[in-house]
């Protein structure tokens, strides 16, 4: 979607893209660097964008030691890639400020602020409200799979007892895995004993964990997506941010309750290895036939947990519940507009007609279950208290 904007620069405009780590920010770069109609600079480490960049690809670390390099400069976009790691305490805050985009909202010196996200809550409690206005669009998994964006899942459910079943359950799950698989175990010391375990198997293993060099890092990265190992196994070091649309198996050994992190792993995944193509088709039949032709037609997922774990996050839980976030808001939609056309009023509908206080009972349920039947009277909930239609105001 980034990638895309470059199409909207105009003669002398510019683009900044911000990412939290080295491996978006490098895959990014080649992104853009492939569409050929711009000049892609990058500032990360020893690499400084020159100045006839109008595409300007940094992590955010990178930008915020560099911003008087840059705070003359006039951006039509700023796309910050991962948004939810932007808050009011940290460098997001001192670098979008700069264009007027921080949370005193200066004068803006930019067209549009972009944040995209897979997982826009955080655990700390602030939100991207700081910084943008509305949600442009937003997807469910399972609206991205329906509409052939994702590649549809198969999905297998494995419980084990501890750790060494745990292990040959991975590599049970990889004998009947299409290759090549990304394997996300518990703890960065299962890695080691995962992958020795696999590559006693015969298995040719890279693995990411944080306190590896950048080298070894990409080199174990380039090792997969370039096809000469066949399994990545990572703790957290891959969760975010990674494309592998290579991968045509996900097995999960280490379980979770956080539903963020359960869908930056699957995420990883979910890709359509033509996935650069799939804007050039114009139809979901279109999209959805050529996933259906291409070689990874079907993404498989080993759900490997711990049911132990409290609120335990599976992918069936993932699923269904933007399933019902969709269904909910079609229904509540529907009865809405239902409401607005034919009755302006639930309370002006009770003091006028009060042979439709069933009906409109009926419908305030539907709005969110506000109305409970207690010994024949219906009561209205309205914050921690409850009333009575005769106690209501029709004012």
């Given at each position: 979607m980034a990638a895309e904007l470059i199409s909207y620069l105009g003669n002398g405009e510019r683009m900044l893209f911000i990412a939290p780590t080295r491996e978006i920010t490098v895959q990014f770069a080649r992104n853009a660097a492939r569409r050929g109609d711009c000049v892609v600079g990058v500032e990360m480490g020893g690499r400084h964008a020159p100045r006839s960049a109008n595409v300007i690809v940094a992590t955010a670390a990178a930008m915020y030691r560099r911003l008087d390099r840059w705070r003359h400069a006039n951006f039509k976009y700023i796309v910050v890639d991962e948004g939810h790691h932007a808050a009011p305490d940290n460098y997001y805050?001192?670098?979008?400020?700069?264009?007027?985009?921080?949370?005193?909202?200066?004068?803006?010196?930019?067209?549009?602020?972009?944040?995209?996200?897979?997982?826009?809550?955080?655990?700390?409690?602030?939100?991207?409200?700081?910084?943008?206005?509305?949600?442009?669009?937003?997807?469910?998994i399972r609206w991205g799979v329906e509409?052939?964006?994702?590649?549809?899942?198969?999905?297998?459910?494995?419980?084990?007892?501890?750790?060494?079943?745990?292990?040959?359950?991975?590599?049970?799950?990889?004998?009947?895995?299409?290759?090549?698989?990304?394997?996300?175990?518990?703890?960065v010391k299962e890695i080691h004993k995962v992958s020795d375990h696999l590559r006693s198997l015969d298995y040719v293993c890279s693995v990411a964990y944080g306190t590896q060099t950048a080298e070894e890092r990409r080199k174990n990265i380039s090792d997969f997506a370039e096809g000469?190992?066949?399994?990545?196994?990572?703790?957290?070091?891959?969760?975010e941010g990674w494309d592998a649309p290579e991968a045509k198996s996900l097995i999960i050994e280490r379980g979770t309750n956080s539903p963020v992190l359960y869908t930056q792993m699957v995420g990883r995944l979910l890709r359509p290895s033509i996935g650069h193509i799939l804007g050039e088709y114009e139809t979901v039949e279109e999209r959805l036939a050529a996933i259906a032709d291409s070689d990874k037609p079907i993404a498989y997922i080993f759900d490997?947990?711990?049911?132990?774990?409290?609120?335990?996050?599976?992918?069936?839980?993932?699923?269904?519940?933007?399933?019902?976030?969709?269904?909910?808001?079609?229904e509540r939609e529907k009865v809405q507009k239902e409401i607005d056309e034919k009755m302006p009023s639930v309370f002006e509908l009770i003091a006028v007609e009060p042979d439709k206080i069933e009906k409109s009972s009926v419908i305030v349920n539907l709005l969110g279950d506000s109305v409970e039947d207690d010994d024949g009277i219906?009561?209205?909930?309205?914050?921690?208290?409850?009333?009575?239609?005769?106690?209501?105001?029709?004012?």
């Open positions: 805050e001192d670098i979008l400020s700069v264009w007027g985009c921080g949370t005193a909202r200066g004068e803006e010196r930019v067209e549009k602020l972009i944040f995209l996200t897979a997982t826009p809550r955080r655990s700390d409690g602030w939100g991207m409200g700081h910084f943008i206005d509305e949600v442009a669009f937003e997807y469910s509409n052939g964006w994702l590649v549809r899942p198969i999905v297998e459910k494995v419980d084990y007892e501890d750790a060494l079943t745990a292990r040959v359950a991975v590599a049970d799950a990889l004998r009947r895995a299409p290759l090549p698989a990304i394997v996300f175990v518990s703890s000469r190992s066949d399994v990545m196994v990572a703790h957290m070091a891959l969760t490997i947990s711990d049911e132990k774990i409290p609120g335990l996050v599976t992918f069936a839980s993932l699923y269904d519940s933007g399933a019902k976030m969709a269904d909910k808001k079609s219906e009561w209205i909930r309205h914050g921690d208290a409850l009333y009575t239609y005769a106690d209501a105001d029709p004012t």
